[in-house]
Every structure is written in structure tokens, then in C-alpha cells.
């Protein structure tokens, strides 16, 4: 006689199934701190970029001529001169955003902040200025006349990108190491001082 076997259909069992979800958690905690993580870097990002063009802009007004506005009589001469630009006045914006962008107008990037700017002071003589909303505060100063060896120029940007209080901090520095046949070599820091990168 023969003997007739039943298929049975099998189902999951209760461990698989906590076996399948653990691996889903785990996948999504690891993919939540990757964009995190991501997310941060690319806000931080907007700080090591607006550096870098101060930087090339502190660079370039170094070797600017400047010379004096008044009139020079035919036959006659008026001197040249090199130097940074001076110190911007006030943070742009004067305060840090916390955990929010600040959107600044083009009086924001000028010295006196609404009076005529000054031709050699500041992000308007760095020809410097951000039209995008930003994260970070920045700021442009000068120790010395930018005319001598030691004279330096630090740039920094401040943040809070998380709202916390804590502040991340960027400080780019550069200072005058000696001249050179073409003019005064300015030398500046591998990369910005970061403090806090992410904070």
C-alpha cells in the first residue's frame, strides 16, 4: 500500500522574522548616520569654500598697487603701495546663526555697514561677498600693515550648526615671510584650524 505524503506549506517562524527586522534596523541606523553625517560635512563645506576665496582675494590685494587719488601734475610722480586690506570692522553677521541660515544684503559686506565703504578695508576691498543664505559668521583681520615680514591676516567663519550653544570654529592664517624679486611673499597656513567641525 502506498503511502500518500502531504506537502506542507511552511511559514516563517517567529526568530526569522526578528532576525529580518534587527537587520532592517541595523541598515537604517547605519544609513541615518551616514546622511548625518553627510549633511554636516556639506554645511561645513560652505565655510572651507568662503575661506579659500577670502584667502585668494587677501592674496591678490596684496600685490594691488594703491596709490593716492589726487591729482598728479604732468612731469611729476606719485608712489606706489602694497599692503593687506584692513581689518574688516564687524563679523558678517555680527552674530552666529544657531542651527538656522542667514541671508545678508550687500550692506552687510561693506565697512561702516550702510555709510560709503572704504576703498582698502575690509570684505570691500577683498572684493568678498556671499549672496547665498550661509551658516556661518565671517571675519577678516590684519595685525601690522601687511608691509613687512611678521604682518599677518587671520579669516574666520563661525558656526553653530546644530542650535546647541557650541560653536564650530575656522581660523585661516597667513603672514608676510620675506620678499621676494616680485614683491612681498605672503605664506599661508596648510589648511584652516577647525574647532569643533560639525557642531
Known amino acids: 500500500m502506498r503511502t500518500i505524503r502531504k506537502s506542507v506549506r511552511r511559514g516563517f517562524t517567529l526568530i526569522e522574522l526578528m532576525i529580518v527586522v534587527a537587520i532592517i534596523g541595523i541598515l537604517a541606523v547605519l544609513a541615518i548616520y551616514g546622511v548625518s553625517r553627510y549633511l554636516k560635512s556639506a554645511k561645513t563645506a560652505e565655510a572651507t569654500n ?18 593716492s587719488g589726487a591729482y598728479v601734475a604732468p612731469g611729476s610722480t606719485t608712489t606706489l603701495s602694497y599692503g593687506f586690506c584692513g581689518s574688516e570692522l564687524a563679523l558678517v553677521p555680527a552674530a552666529v546663526p544657531k542651527g538656522a541660515k542667514y541671508t545678508s544684503g550687500p550692506t552687510d559686506w561693506s565697512v561702516g555697514k550702510g555709510v560709503a565703504p572704504a576703498p582698502d578695508v575690509g570684505f570691500y576691498c577683498l ?3 556671499v549672496d547665498q543664505p550661509q551658516y556661518y559668521s565671517y571675519g577678516y583681520t590684519v595685525t601690522g600693515l ?16 546644530d542650535g546647541n550653544g557650541t560653536t564650530s570654529d575656522f581660523l585661516m592664517h597667513g603672514e608676510i615671510a620675506g620678499a621676494t624679486s616680485t614683491g612681498t611673499s605672503l605664506v599661508w597656513a596648510p589648511k584652516a584650524a577647525e574647532t569643533s567641525p560639525e557642531e
Not at 568662503?50 to 596709490?67: D, S, V, Y
Not at 601687511?146 to 563661525?158: L, Q, R
Request: aromatic share 2%; hydrophobic share 40%; no cysteine.
Open 50 to 67: 568662503n575661506i579659500g576665496a577670502i584667502q585668494k582675494n587677501a592674496t591678490e590685494a596684496l600685490t594691488r598697487e594703491k596709490m
Open 127 to 129: 572684493k568678498f561677498s
Open 146 to 161: 601687511g608691509t613687512k615680514v611678521g604682518d599677518a591676516v587671520d579669516i574666520h567663519a563661525n558656526g553653530d550648526l
